[in-house]
């Protein structure tokens, strides 16, 4: 729609129909697909958007490799979350009643999310923090800037890095069960792309270890 003023044109675009019976369009309601404290981390949020609802039965039910290509603002956080609550639910850190007889997983209990900048780290951490803190897990920063004791380190439930620093913390970590790296039972890259980049081989050497 068209409408021509004086000295501009004003042109009205309506929102694209969105098929609500096609399956690659649901929504999925937060209260149908989670309980108990996972889905408190949510809380706020009334449903999953369409891409965070088709990848939502491999990330909150399995723990298989997921790689999320999606633009900026599609809602990718989200989808890290949705792994952290799975994460945590199965090592006994959260709990969802739908799960109650599922045996708990014997692996690092810690998540570890890997931002390709520290600014960038920093806005992570706000972002669990305030999602998590309700659930009493701890989120801390681990950067050129943001230095953990080894209390600080060993009390935290999410670490936010970036790939040089983790790549420090686990080069020696060995067998070590009480090195950070082996304490890790979930990775999260963001901007898994920069394997391209000149920093890409310090992202492979990361993942290579884990």
Known sequence: EREYEEGYEKVTIPAPFR??????????????????????????????????SKVFETAYHHRDNLLVCAPTGAGKTNVALT?????????????????????????????????????????????????????????????????????????ANVIVTTPEKWDVVTRKSGNDENSLGNQCGLLIIDEVHLLADERGAVIESVVARV
Do not use: W
């Open 83 to 155: 792994t952290v609550a799975s994460h945590f639910r199965d090592v006994g850190l959260l709990n969802d009643p739908n799960f109650s007889e599922v045996s708990l997983l014997e692996t690092g209990s810690k998540v570890v999310y890997i931002a390709p900048m520290k600014a960038l780290a920093q806005e992570v951490v706000s972002k669990f923090h305030s999602k998590l803190h309700p659930m009493k897990l701890i989120v801390k920063e681990l950067t050129g800037d943001m230095q953990l004791t080894r209390a600080e380190a060993e009390a």
């Open 19 to 52: 098929d609500e019976s096609d399956a690659s369009n649901r929504r999925l309601p937060i209260n149908e697909i989670m309980s108990g404290s996972c889905a408190q981390v949510f809380a706020g949020t009334a449903s999953l958007n369409p891409m965070q």
